[in-house]
């Protein structure tokens, strides 16, 4: 086939003489590599030495999925909601990773929070949250443009379904999980702080007055049981 091409190209250029005359005055060390007879009689079963020697060799198949191998410290994984140590959540639904997403693969939709339904500190809160997983390409870009560090990548790598909609994780599938000590949102924001006070990391875990707002509005919910409140005192005021 490619010496069709040579000898077309060189048909076009008019010189098919010196093409040919060319490729005849290659010297032998230039040309392919001849084979000996030994060479030649026991090449069709050559690629099988590779096969034989193989299976004398330790196996380094890893037993997924019955053992994993632990990823990186920093491997992109599935993606976390983060939330405050008094348990209110770190998204204000402000859309930006959806804005540096270059797949296209977050949907957000903000929300007002009100003094019966705090869910995050300030005025906003991420009301719809989805990542479409069959889009995103884990480049990080997302947590990068996240303000109050709500989005971070865990190390959870096994993201396949077998249906399209179960790949489309929602808020819920993303938020995490409630530590020891937490009270589940909403709640009101520990008394005296702003936003800025949570960000700097001056809320530790839930107040008295948050656990008692709690079991009023909500007696059955079951962090009521694990809540541990702390004194917490804000530095005040913007740095
Ligand atoms: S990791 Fe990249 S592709 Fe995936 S959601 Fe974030 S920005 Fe989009
Ligand atoms: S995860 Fe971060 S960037 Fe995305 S909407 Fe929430 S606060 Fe904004």
């Known amino acids: 086939m490619a010496d069709d091409r040579s ?26 590599a001849q084979k000996g007879p030994v060479a030649r009689m026991f090449a ?19 037993e997924y999925p019955y053992e994993k191998v632990p990823t990186q410290p920093r491997y992109h994984g599935r993606h976390q909601l983060n939330r405050y140590a008094d348990g209110l959540e770190k998204c204000i639904g402000c859309e930006l990773c959806a804005w540096a997403c270059p797949a296209d693969a977050i949907l957000v939709e903000g929300g007002d929070n009100t003094a ?10 991420g009301r ?12 990080g870009l997302c947590i990068e443009a996240c303000p109050t560090r709500a989005l971070s990548m865990t190390n959870e790598f096994e993201l396949s379904g077998p249906t399209r909609e179960g790949l489309i994780y929602e808020k819920q599938d993303l938020l995490a999980p409630m530590l020891d000590g937490m009270l589940a949102a909403p709640h009101p924001m520990v008394e005296g702080t702003d936003d800025d006070d949570y960000y700097r990391g001056d809320v530790t ?35």
């Open 205 to 239: 875990g839930p107040t008295e007055g948050q656990v008692e707002w709690v079991r009023k509005h909500r007696p059955d919910d079951p962090t009521l049981k694990t809540a541990q409140p702390q004194d917490v005192t804000p530095t005040g005021g913007r740095r």
């Open 116 to 125: 019966d339904a705090q869910y995050s500190p300030g005025e906003r809160f």
């Open 128 to 139: 719809v949250y989805q990542i479409n997983y069959l889009r995103c390409i884990f480049c």
């Open 7 to 32: 000898v077309g190209r060189s048909k076009r250029r008019g010189g098919e003489g010196r093409e040919v005359s060319r490729r005849r005055s290659l010297p032998p060390e230039l040309g392919p």
């Open 44 to 62: 069709p079963v050559a690629g099988f030495g590779v096969t034989i020697s193989s299976m004398f060799r330790p196996s380094v198949t890893e």
